[in-house]
């Protein structure tokens, strides 16, 4: 089975639409969703939207819980709660109620899917280092576990630690290891790269691949901007950080 998985889009309609493009060119038999569709971007409603017509599953991320009254937005960054307070303003109604019933977690394909991290997901913690990675790796038992809320691609082998993950080298699980994966952001990286960033895992094959495509970064740019939304948001889309 072929696997997408995607998190992180925050509102950024033109990296969504470009991703989808090319994942129309892979023809996966699912498309996962990591959360944080909303936040930071002008076009909440939109990629809600996208998510509800085409992916098969997606959780809840801190920008979904700050909007829904879950997680105090006194704990985001400035520039976080600003955004998120002006998407609880234009978020629809059925917006809302979509995102209300995302899970925080799951397994799905035997594979463990968290935005933050497999323990205490909801304190919205990072995984950066291998560290952190080998705290996590006894909150789930499967042997894969996805996350997203970096927006750094990375992945964290149980034994050797951490491992490169770009577009020009896909990876190989191998049986009896563990593994954390990050695919970065489809809607603002953060990698010093600023084009959208996604997987794909064949789980048959057992292979990873992290994917990049350029979008129109100038559009969502003058959007933020029109919508009166911090000038940082807009600037940091241009750098990828
Ligand atoms: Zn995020």
């Known amino acids: 089975m072929r696997l997408v998985i995607i998190s992180d889009i925050h509102a950024n309609l033109e990296a969504f639409e470009a991703t989808l493009r090319r994942i129309d060119e892979i023809k996966p038999d699912k498309i996962l969703c990591l959360g944080d569709i909303i936040g930071y971007g002008p076009n909440p409603n939109e990629c809600v939207k996208i998510v509800k017509n085409k992916v098969d599953i997606s959780l809840a991320g801190n920008h979904e819980y700050g909007v829904l009254g879950r997680t105090d937005l006194q704990t985001f960054s400035e520039n976080a709660r600003i955004a998120c307070e002006w998407t609880g303003d234009v978020l629809s109604d059925g917006s809302f109620s979509y ?12 594979i463990f ?4 991290t497999p323990i205490n997901p909801e304190r919205w913690g990072y995984i950066l280092t291998t560290r952190d990675a080998s705290h996590q790796f006894l909150g789930f038992s499967e042997s894969v576990c996805l996350v997203g809320h970096s927006h750094l691609p990375v992945c964290f082998e149980e034994e050797s630690g951490m491992c490169e993950l770009t577009e020009n080298n896909s990876l ?12 970065g952001s489809v809607g603002q990286p953060r990698d010093y790269d600023p084009r959208a960033s996604f997987g794909v ?15 129109d970064i100038e559009r969502v740019q003058r959007k933020i901007i029109d919508n009166g939304l911090p000038l940082f948001l807009a600037e940091r889309l241009k750098i990828g950080a």
């Open 113 to 116: 899917l968290v935005h933050s």
């Open 172 to 183: 190989c699980l191998q049986k009896g290891k563990r593994y954390i994966i990050n695919f």
């Open 201 to 215: 895992i064949d789980t048959e094959e057992r292979r990873v691949q992290l994917i990049r495509v350029t979008y």
């Open 99 to 110: 995102i209300k019933g995302f899970p925080i977690g799951l397994v799905d394909e035997d």
